[in-house]
């Protein structure tokens, strides 16, 4: 399996100014590189050259990679500031590939052109790649997902891509249970649509939302063993909850948080917690997104159970190795652009979705008048288990 790093950085950041891009060939550059991240064999030539792929989208130079030596940060971080157009380095059996694009990714993808994919799989969009579109299956790719970014960089665009995009391609088998702690600002006008459980918009609200969900992960862990099951991809069970929490920083005490509500903000991270920890095998699926990702707002247990990072812009390296692990999220060009991280990293273009577009794709999974007059129910019901739990299709 590649292991991967891609570089949209332009040149002069690292060592731009050292090297006179315009009069050297891309093979010389790289060799220029080699050498000034002393990326040698032992006798101090230059790696091996293994050959030259000329695809429609890109050019890629295959090196094998000198013995002992490893590709890393340093090197990748080197490779794509030297060159004016986006670069990918990857590593494989004891070669690295540089690609050398054509073109730049496109600072404004539309929605519309998401396509659209049948598949039984719990796929979403996450957004645009050199490589073509980059997809995300919430069932075998990785169950939580924690998302950062800065203000208006996209953090809340690409919440209203999950949340049409599951609504309109897994209409009668994804259940959201939203805590809007802005509010309620953005995630109010969720409430209405059929697969919205809940919204909570405060600290108390958001509590007992979580209180409400733990209870009915404990009784689905019994329903689970009684049937002998050991996780939801391998079961007819065909429903899936996913929980987002939006500016989820509002959740985490500090000294001068009172008691009380330090004690509400201390039961909310538990439960969080505790969902990364033993709910991905039930089906719920854990979408955790903070503007400023640092070690208090991001709960330890939520980040080594979330498998899949994504990074808009971020304003320092420090935030940006809290969120992925590593630099590169504060120098993303514009608005949309992200960093998603599994075991691989790629740079994409998150769709855009305006407001007026969004709601006209959700009317028609908005509840009929009488719905709305029904009274709600948030009590865990005393069942074993099969009726809370939607079966589809075997």
Not at 78 to 89: L, T
Not at 105 to 118: A, D, F, H, Q
Not at 264 to 269: A, E, F, L, T
Request: proline share 5%.
């Amino acid at each position: 399996m590649f292991t991967s790093i891609t570089c949209l950085f332009l040149g002069s950041v690292i060592i731009g100014s050292l090297m006179p891009i315009g009069k050297m060939s891309d093979m010389k550059m790289l060799s220029v590189i080699f050498k000034r991240n002393n990326f040698l064999r032992g006798d101090k030539s230059q790696p091996k050259f293994n050959g030259k792929n000329n695809e429609d989208h890109y050019v890629e130079y295959v090196y094998s990679i000198p013995l002992g030596l490893t590709v890393g940060e340093g090197l990748v971080n080197a490779i794509g500031a030297a060159f004016e157009k986006p670069v990918k380095v990857l590593s494989e059996g004891g070669r690295i590939f540089i690609r050398i694009y054509f073109e730049k990714l496109p600072e404004i993808i539309p929605y519309s052109n998401v396509p659209i994919r049948k598949s039984a799989k719990w796929l979403m969009p996450i957004g645009y790649g050199l490589d073509g579109w980059l997809w995300h299956d919430l069932d075998r790719d990785a169950v939580h997902m924690n998302v950062s970014g800065a203000t208006r960089q996209g953090k809340t665009v690409f919440l209203k891509n999950l949340i049409t995009y599951l609504c309109e391609h897994k209409t009668d088998y994804v259940k959201f249970h939203l805590i809007d702690m802005k509010g309620g600002l953005e995630f109010g006008r969720y409430e209405n649509l059929r697969q919205v459980e809940g919204v909570a918009s405060n600290i108390e609200e958001a509590e007992q939302m979580l209180e409400r969900i733990r209870l009915d992960i404990d009784k689905k862990m019994k329903f689970f063993k009684r049937r002998g099951f050991n996780n939801i991809v391998n079961t007819p069970i065909r429903t899936r909850h996913v929980i987002i929490i939006d500016e989820a920083a509002e959740l985490t005490p500090d000294k001068h948080t009172l008691p009380k509500l330090k004690e509400s903000m201390q039961n909310c991270q538990d439960t969080m917690s505790h969902i990364a920890r033993v709910a991905g095998a039930l089906g719920y699926r854990l979408v955790f997104c903070t503007q400023y990702a640092t070690a208090d707002t991001l709960p330890r247990q939520v980040k080594q159970n979330s498998d899949a990072k994504i990074a808009f812009k971020l304003p320092t390296g420090t935030a940006s190795r809290v969120a992925i692990d590593e630099d590169g999220a504060q120098y993303l060009p514009n608005a949309g652009r992200a960093i998603y991280k599994t075991h691989e990293r790629e740079t994409v273009q998150v769709p855009l979705l305006d407001d007026k577009e969004m709601m006209e794709r959700l009317q028609p999974f908005m509840k009929e008048v009488s719905e709305l007059d029904a009274p709600k129910d948030y009590s865990v019901p005393e069942t074993d288990g099969s009726n809370i739990i939607e079966f589809g299709k075997a």
